[in-house]
């Protein structure tokens, strides 16, 4: 099972961007399901941006597509994130080991393990 720690998080004003990484103990060179997900307090946890690393394909929630861009190199799963606005203020997850085929965003039970997320705060 993969250990996930993810960086990179913190304030920032709303039309500016960020970039997430996650450290991954695994290697993703194997061909994985992994993806980003986020959560706003009393909120699910959402799906927001996934990549097959076998292949490079991705897939992103229309929330964020056109903005955020998920990218894999060696042991480190990248989210690049641009013109935030404030609801994107959220704690980002990264995920690994999915359950079943890696087709679609999927919710948070389809992935097996997670990293402690990373406080991204939006501000006018």
């Known amino acids: 099972q993969a250990q996930l720690v993810e960086s990179g998080g913190g304030p920032v004003q709303a039309g500016g961007s960020l970039r997430l990484s996650c450290a991954a103990s695994i290697d993703p060179n194997n061909g994985r399901c992994m993806a980003w997900f986020r959560q706003a307090p009393g909120k699910e946890r959402e799906g927001i941006a996934q990549i097959y690393t076998g292949n490079g394909y991705t897939d992103y929630a229309d929330s964020v597509k056109g903005r955020f861009a998920i990218s894999q190199a060696k042991n480190t799963l990248s989210l690049k994130l641009r013109h935030l606005n404030l609801e994107d203020t959220d704690i980002y997850y990264c995920?690994?080991?999915?359950?079943?085929?890696?087709?679609?965003?999927?919710?948070?039970?389809?992935?097996?393990?997670w990293g402690q997320g990373t406080q991204v705060t939006v501000s006018s």
């Open positions: 995920a690994a080991d999915r359950i079943g085929a890696c087709l679609d965003l999927g919710d948070r039970f389809d992935y097996a393990t």
